[in-house]
């Protein structure tokens, strides 16, 4: 039997950045395989970068990492929240990346002598990848990072724009997203920014079916019948992209306003409704929580939300799975200086979450929050580096070992009770030092751990380079630490539990990357669980409140 052509559906923005291609081309994958299809979805990002690995999360915001290990953008983590399929490697590739493979190729004779060029090579290296999924998937989102006009993008929209020659018109469609801007002092919108990106992108060769249109309202349809007119595509192919409570509102959206029968109308395929009872159930838990708790997320790059992405994502999911609002409460650790200024923005809190990062900035700040949650049996959870405050705390107060700390922090520490894993210490590539992926864990039974996960053998995915120093485990438990998981093949620790709390765990894991609104990840769930019965109130609002104490820099 003859194999049904892979459809493509090309995501590229317009005028400004972070409009939100990434929730887009999640929404409209959510609604795709709510009608039936298997769904792919990858992002191009045209930095030089190999990958985001290395780059600050002020620059560049969260790094997500998939079960083999890829760090990749952001984005993927929408994806995965979204839709069915886990990402991988493939479901990523920068300039960098391709680049580099035709070096490469070229040092090894495989152009046969040929002059390598942007065109064809670097495009068709770039559309191989892209087909690359075709085989696991009836329908590929490929999204384009940056914005149209952008210089280190060219190459990309030159491939994309190829691809319906390659495979057909009907087999190709181009979705656009792109900003309305309200002028506060004409009282109006403005669709000029709109046409000028069309314009632009018409230009590279590529005419956009579908515009998604963002704006701070819904789109008159005398204002999406001029759209359409000077952009060159139908009206009923104008969607409002009115910004929304809660992002997991934005598949129902799309579908009222007709997105996916336009979709499904260019790529000339049928389907059946979309069954999309999970979604409704979503928005009507995040639209009527019961009961409200706060969370303190203490870190140190609070000044940019996104750098905590599928952390934040995971709180709410929390919410969703206890029906109630989740209030986060953004504390930069390095203004913490001391226990006075902890109780001050920590006394009314119904949890703290410590959550990872790299280098000592704030570090002190944030094994002070570790002490008072401890101290005042307050719900705790550590994450990645927050497990390892946990151990500093703990060594330090309860062991009796003055100065305790990591060695990436006080390489002349006397107890270095954190340490840099032993096969690391002479790896010189940034990219190639930490742990990352999926690994085993074997859970303690009878640990809080274990009542959430309810299973011994688990796996999660890691972002890490340093490791709890077993030559210190036997002393921390002897004063009363308890070790609730492993990773056996390599003996390191990979849980944490302070006895006689009502819930403080600590993993040096990210559980946050395989959370889901409609699966909440068990230790989110179980964390805002504990943090209702320490602090909740009635709720009479929908929306989640933000209090930031960052200073602005």
Known sequence: MKKRQTKYIFITGGVVSSLGKGVAGASIGALLEARGFRVAIMKL????NVDPGTMSPFQHGEVFVTDDGTETDLDLGHYERFISTKTSKANNFTSGQIYD??????????????????????????????????????????????????????????????????????NTLYIHLTLIPYISASGELKTKPTQHSVMKLREIGIQPQILICRAEEELSQSMKAKIALFCNVKEDAVISGVTLPHVYSIPLQFHSEGLDDRILEYLDIWAASPELRRWKAIQKALSSPKKKTVIAVVGKYVHLKDSYKSLNEALVHGGIANNCKVELRFVDSEELKDRNEVKKWLKDVGGVLVPGGFG???????ILAAEYARLNKIPYFGICLGMQMAVIEWARNMCGMKGANSTEFNKKTPYPVVCLMEEQETVVDMGATMRLGAYPCKVKKGTMAYKAYKNV???????????????????????????????????LVEMVEVPDHPWFVGCQFHPEFKSRPVDCHPLFKNFIKAALVNFSEDCDECEISVHDMSKKR
Do not use: C, W
């Open 45 to 48: 990002d045209p930095y030089i």
């Open 457 to 491: 053998d688990i796996s999660e995915r890691h972002r890490h380079r340093f490791e709890v120093n077993n030559k210190y485990v036997e002393e921390m438990t002897k004063a009363g630490l308890i070790i609730a998981g492993r990773y056996v093949k390599g003996s």
């Open 101 to 170: 493979a035709v070096i490469s190729k070229e040092r090894r004779g495989e152009y046969l002598g040929k002059t390598v060029q942007v065109i064809p090579h670097i495009t068709d290296e770039m559309k191989s990848r892209i087909r690359a999924l075709e085989d696991k998937a009836d329908i590929v989102i490929a999204e384009i990072g940056g914005t149209v006009g952008d210089i280190e993008g060219l190459p990309f929209f030159e491939a994309i724009r190829q691809f319906q020659f390659d495979v057909g018109q009907t």
């Open 360 to 366: 000592d900035r704030g570090i002190e700040g944030k």
